[in-house]
């Protein structure tokens, strides 16, 4: 079984969790746990009184540190007092209007739950999962079409950043994630550029990792995605992603295709004249 978590937390605090794109914090003093954190890695879900019960379910995105106040708690403060946040994938929840009524009492969790953010052991968490499998309904996966975009827009990334002497690469490893392509200078050094490419998804989960690479490497940053969600990015970079709103830069679809096809083109003009 791959690791499961308990995620503890008030009422109001879910809630804030919830309506911010599904994020969680934890504070400073439990970093060596958030460092073992890994993309989807299993969440239960448990709301402390006076609803007192498991909530749901969900699976760990990716992880970023943040500055920025979010629960009201840290607004009151005005200081962040949960700074090790990740995101997360809900893979059932019950509705907030309904815990008081609907919210499991699993037996296993009580004797644990008290020591809030943990990792849970097999048992435990198989206790926990045997009792919400009536609720669970299978989500539908990406269609092939939207897969085989993301993977040709990839591939056609990782050729530009070959084109220009880089060593690029896809699916490169970060801290129990992947990023989707990455070009280095030499084959030691940190990635320089970095790029997320978002097809029919939800782009906070891009931004994240992007942050992420930013704060780790000091890397460049793109994400690459359709125009439509402009304006959804634009917000979260006045929002959530503020810090590096001046370094993250959008490149929309056709305008990558297009650079593709130039980039293309000129590698090719230069063959032809023996010129590399």
Not at 113 to 121: D, N, R, S, T
Not at 144 to 160: C, F, G, N, Q
């Amino acid at each position: 079984m791959s690791s499961h978590w308990l995620v503890v937390g008030a009422p109001e605090h879910w809630r804030v969790a919830f309506e911010n794109g599904n994020i969680w914090g934890l504070q400073s003093t439990k970093i060596q746990w958030w460092e073992r954190l890994s993309e989807g890695d299993g969440l239960i879900f448990y709301v402390t009184r006076p609803i007192g019960g498991a909530i749901g379910l969900g699976k760990v995105r990716t992880k970023f540190k943040q500055d920025k106040p979010l629960w009201p708690r840290e607004v009151e403060a005005n200081r962040v007092i949960w700074p090790l946040r990740f995101e997360f994938d809900v893979d059932f929840c019950f509705g907030p209007e309904d815990w008081k009524v609907q919210r499991l009492e699993v037996d296993a969790l009580r004797a644990v739950v008290q020591a809030g953010f943990q990792p849970l052991k097999s048992k435990a968490a198989q206790c926990a999962l045997d009792a919400f499998s009536p609720f669970l309904r299978r989500t539908p996966a990406a269609t092939p079409e939207i897969e085989e975009l993301h993977e040709a827009l990839k591939r056609k990334l990782v050729e530009m950043g070959r084109i220009q002497k880089f060593l690029a690469e896809p699916e490169y490893p970060m801290e129990g994630t992947r990023l989707d392509v990455v070009w280095r200078r030499v084959e030691k050094s940190v990635p320089t550029y970095v790029f997320e490419v978002q097809v029919g998804g939800d782009i906070y989960h891009a931004l994240a990792k992007l942050k992420h690479a930013y704060d780790l490497w000091n890397s460049r940053i793109f994400l690459v995605a359709a125009a439509q969600e402009t304006t959804k990015f634009n917000s979260l970079m006045s929002g959530t992603f503020h810090e590096v709103r001046e370094r993250l830069r959008f490149i929309e679809i056709p305008k990558l295709e297009d650079l593709y096809s130039r980039k293309r083109a000129y590698r090719e003009l230069e063959d032809s004249l023996g010129i590399f």
